[in-house]
């Protein structure tokens, strides 16, 4: 799962994936209504490959935490992430992640990774299946005699 053409862009709902790249500027792609719209160098961009939760021990790749959510919940998240208190939202980011840092995560980024995780399933962007490693194809099976 490559999360590396998938944005965020401060101060704009949603997430965007890159399109194309132009001098100065990137076209972004809205994943909640599609429309393509340009994103500036001033713009304040994250790239969900690079986007980690904090946890107590290290800090968490964002992919690794969708992985955790898809292990627990499935396709859906089976809680309204929206209307949840703060109580419940902690209560389900530590059912899915029980060694994040509760100091340093907030109700509003737990509530953000929930809602990215259910926009990027919706959107069929999120693929949990393991790639199988060349030198593991590579190795020859023992055969019983």
């Given at each position: ?78 809680f309204d992430f ?19 840092d509760q100091d ?42």
């Amino acid at each position: 799962m490559d999360l590396s053409k998938i944005v965020s862009i401060s101060g704009k709902p949603g997430l965007y994936m890159i399109k194309s790249q132009a001098i100065g500027r990137l076209i972004v792609e809205s994943l909640i209504d599609g429309k393509c719209t340009p994103a500036f160098a001033r713009d304040r961009m994250s790239s969900l490959e690079e986007i980690s939760i904090f946890s107590v021990d290290e800090d968490r790749p964002l992919k690794e935490v969708f992985k955790m959510i898809n292990e627990k919940m499935g396709e859906k998240v089976d809680f309204d992430f929206k209307k949840a208190s703060n109580d419940e939202l902690r209560a389900k980011f530590l059912d899915v992640m029980p060694d994040y840092d509760q100091d340093a995560v907030y109700p509003s980024d737990m509530r953000k990774v929930f809602a990215w995780y259910q926009m990027l399933m919706d959107k069929n962007l999120l693929d949990f299946t393991e790639e199988e490693k060349p030198a593991e194809e590579a190795a020859p099976e023992e055969k019983a005699e």
